[in-house]
T-cell receptor, first 116, second 113 residues
Framework: SAVISQKPSRDICQRGTSLTIQCQVD?????MFWYRQQPGQSLTLIAT?????????ESGFVIDKFPISRPNLTFSTLTVSNMSPEDSSIYLC?????????????FGEGSWLTVV | AQSVAQPEDQVNVAEGNPLTVKCTYS??????LFWYVQYPNRGLQFLLK??????LVKGSYGFEAEFNKSQTSFHLKKPSALVSDSALYFC???????????FGTGTRLTVIP
């Protein structure tokens, strides 16, 4: 298994500002992902964080709004840029310890952002 | 294309009774199916998964799920519910060749003392 730590766990942010969320895994992982969970909703994949290259974004998400870094096999960041109240969500980092589809994907505790 | 349906937004069950949380899927190829639980103000915790082999999968906290290919279902079950099982449950699928999870809408389970 993998233990995933996220910082910050919660924050209240001003409209128009940007916030970077950090994700640290306790072991090297092949795949890292960022999900968004809007209030009362399910999880939606934002992007796959690729080590050493640009992230792969899902439809509806763009790099300018959600820049992602992954400098090594245990760490990734997600920035939520120019925030608006619609960005108030839980942002979850996740990681898979293997490269094949059947490997378990583990999640962090989430970063709960409120934009005012 | 892939999709996961959790037809019940809310399931209520009395403590000690068996519980079932339903999930059906639609995916091309062989599916990899997962259940996660989210306790209040927490992230997601992995419960169990089906990859191949025995259709009955056992997981954490006494939960199990049965893969039924003909009905394209993967219902989560527990023989005797606990109040501490009250949480939000998500079914998810990875289609063959992909690496990311696609989630259902979630089912809120309430176990009544």
């Amino acid at each position: 298994s993998a233990v995933i730590s996220q910082k910050p766990s919660r924050d209240i942010c001003q409209r128009g500002t940007s916030l970077t969320i950090q994700c640290q895994v306790d072991s090297q992982v092949t795949m890292m992902f960022w999900y968004r969970q809007q209030p009362g909703q399910s999880l939606t994949l934002i992007a796959t964080a690729n080590q050493g290259s640009e992230a792969t974004y899902e439809s509806g998400f763009v790099i300018d709004k959600f820049p992602i870094s992954r400098p090594n096999l245990t760490f990734s960041t997600l920035t939520v840029s120019n925030m608006s109240p619609e960005d108030s969500s839980i942002y979850l980092c996740s990681a898979a310890t293997g490269a094949t589809s059947g490997n378990t994907i583990y999640f962090g505790e989430g970063s709960w952002l409120t934009v005012v | 294309a892939q999709s996961v349906a959790q037809p019940e937004d809310q399931v209520n069950v009395a403590e000690g009774n068996p519980l079932t949380v339903k999930c059906t899927y639609s995916v091309s190829g062989n599916p990899y199916l997962f259940w996660y639980v989210q306790y209040p103000n927490r992230g997601l915790q992995f419960l169990l998964k089906y990859i191949t082999g025995d259709n009955l999968v056992k997981g954490s906290y006494g939960f199990e799920a049965e893969f039924n290919k003909s009905q394209t279902s993967f219902h989560l079950k527990k023989p005797s519910a606990l109040v501490s099982d009250s949480a939000l449950y998500f079914c998810a699928v990875i289609r063959t060749g992909a690496n990311n999870l696609f989630f259902g809408t979630g089912t809120r389970l309430t176990v009544i003392p």
